[in-house]
């Protein structure tokens, strides 16, 4: 009978006794916040180089990963049409020279002496015209012959107005003159034009730069507006990154970054945010951001590599941490469940600097109070604390903050994973 009792009585206890919940402790502790997401290495000017007319190929004289000087031959093209073409326009110059040149001498010359000799012939026509009218009022001679005197007068004018006319119009005003110019300069433009296309046959490097592709070989046709080589200018690496938007309130200019390329991984740099795009990608919701290398360039770089970069954006060398999985609530009212008595107590709390996987307590919590952390009776149930869960974010002997208390977020979930393999995380 008293064992009956016995095992009721325990039986009634065990149904009554408080169910065991997970709790972890509030603690001060090292926080830190960064972002993790992929970049490429970009110079800051990259050109495509091709050629203005349609020609064959004939050499490309460089190749990939070469480094060239301003103005150093890249690629030549066929030019026998070209020059056949250079030296007709240079001969149609030279003929209008000629022509130009004569009108001003010779032909101004011949002209003068017609000139000449038209006066000469006005003067004779004129005394022939005085004798005639004298010996007609003589009555030596017939008003027959008086009309012949004055035709040939009127012809001598004519003939003087006519001299007259070319004369003038080989003067450096005149007529022929200024067609023989217009013809000149017209044949010092095809020229011009000749020599150029025979210039664009010749394609050169615009500056110092490396060779990146080589888009073309020899024999092929090529036309205007396609690339043949492509090309980074000399100067300074850059570090091109796409973030999602969420996290643009993270960054600003002159952040510090860790960067680690998954080749080397050893052999970690620093970079700098050196400027953040105004636009946001409507078709991806990124942002465009640069970076610096504020020590050097590895000489390990390449164009284009891919590269893991961190970007720490907040740190707080000591705070009351507490996991994100204790947080209750939505984001505009956090709140705890804590323990008084033996009974659950729901405590709004205002938060700080959040991670990923830890939180700043600013209001609310003590140091060392026991937060309940999964599930768990409503509050008023009673409850066990078990503080055996595990606890928040603490740092380690170096003073360096352990993953739990540093937030690995990137702009797509599977490029952070991947990052955080890469740096050993």
């Known amino acids: ?31 830190l916040r960064s972002l993790q997401f992929s970049a490429r290495v970009a110079t800051a000017s990259r050109v495509e180089v091709g050629s203005t007319i349609t020609g064959r190929v004939l050499q490309v004289a460089v190749a990939e990963g070469a480094q060239v000087k301003s103005g150093e031959v890249l690629l030549r093209l066929e030019s026998d049409e070209l020059q056949a073409a250079l030296a007709q326009s240079q001969a149609s110059e030279r003929q209008a020279a000629a022509r130009l040149a004569g009108l001003r001498s010779t032909g101004r010359s011949a002209l003068q002496a017609s000139v000449m000799q038209a006066e000469s012939v006005l003067v004779a026509a004129q005394a022939e015209l005085r004798r005639t009218l004298d010996l007609v009022a003589k009555g030596f001679v017939s008003e027959a012959r008086l009309d012949e005197a004055r035709r040939a007068l009127a012809v001598a004018q004519a003939q ?3 001299a007259q006319a070319q004369r003038a119009a080989v003067a450096e005003s005149g007529t022929d003159v200024t067609q023989a110019q217009a013809a000149l300069a017209l044949a010092s433009g095809a020229r011009a034009a000749a020599e150029a296309r025979l210039a664009a046959a010749v394609v050169t490097a615009p500056a110092d730069a490396r060779v990146l592709s080589r888009l073309v070989e020899p024999g092929q046709i090529v036309q205007p507006g396609r690339a043949l080589l492509g090309l980074a200018l000399v100067g300074p690496l850059q570090l091109v990154a796409q973030v999602d938007e969420r996290y ?74 507490l996991p994100v999985a204790a947080l209750r609530g939505d984001d505009s009212s956090p709140s705890v469940w804590c323990v008084r008595d033996g009974r659950v107590e729901a405590r709004q709390v205002r938060l700080g600097l959040r991670t990923l996987d830890a939180v700043e307590i600013l209001d609310g919590l003590r140091e060392g109070e026991p937060v309940l952390i999964g599930p768990a009776p409503a509050p008023g149930g009673r409850v066990r604390v078990d503080t055996r869960a595990p606890s928040p974010a603490s740092a380690d002997k170096s003073g360096k903050s352990s993953k739990s208390s540093k937030g690995t977020q990137g702009s797509q979930d599977s490029g952070g994973a991947a990052i955080s393999n890469a740096m050993g995380r």
């Open 160 to 162: 003087l107005d006519g």
């Open 1 to 31: 009978m008293a064992a009956l009792l016995g095992a009721v009585l325990f039986a009634a206890w065990w149904s009554m006794r408080a169910p065991a919940v997970p709790a972890v402790s509030v603690h001060q502790a090292p926080l």
């Open 248 to 321: 643009l309130g993270q960054l600003q200019i002159g952040q510090l970054a860790d960067v680690l390329a998954d080749a080397y991984p050893s052999q970690r740099f620093r970079a700098r945010v050196l400027s953040i795009s105004p636009l946001v990608d409507a078709q991806r919701g990124a942002v465009e951001v640069k970076f610096s290398l504020p020590e050097g360039r590895p000489a390990f770089l390449r164009e284009d590599m891919t590269l893991s970069v961190e970007v720490e954006t907040a740190r707080r060398a000591q705070a009351l941490v």
